[in-house]
Nanobody, 114 residues
């Protein structure tokens, strides 16, 4: 069973913004660094952004300066703020721990199109 639930995807025009949410149980939220991954049609799943429990962040080169990962400990939620979206950002976005040792949930679809 995947211990997270992703939400917030949708259809947006190029240049637009979306914020994805990943809700987790308190027990895992305190222990694990968290990450966002994405998988576009016909491509392998890739790491988009990560945040350690200490707050250190890292991003794929393709999203640096446009995406921001954050976490709200009180709400046990990890966010991915996505700005200046491009058609190539179209993918299913997944939340997992750093290292992706959990199974994969359904993710949330992000479609960037005019």
């Amino acid at each position: 069973q995947v211990p997270v639930v992703e939400s917030g995807g949708g259809l947006v025009q190029p240049g637009g913004s979306l914020r994805l949410s990943c809700a987790a149980s308190e027990s895992i939220f305190r222990i694990y660094g968290m990450a966002w991954y994405r998988q576009a049609p016909g491509k392998q799943r890739e790491l988009v952004a990560r945040m350690t429990t200490g707050g250190d962040t890292g991003y794929a080169d393709s999203v640096k300066g446009r995406f921001t990962i954050s976490r709200d400990n009180a709400k046990k939620t990890v966010y991915l703020q996505m700005n200046s979206l491009k058609p190539e950002d179209t993918a299913v976005y997944y939340c997992n721990n750093i290292g992706a040792s959990w199974g994969w949930g359904q993710g949330t679809q992000v479609t960037v199109s005019s």
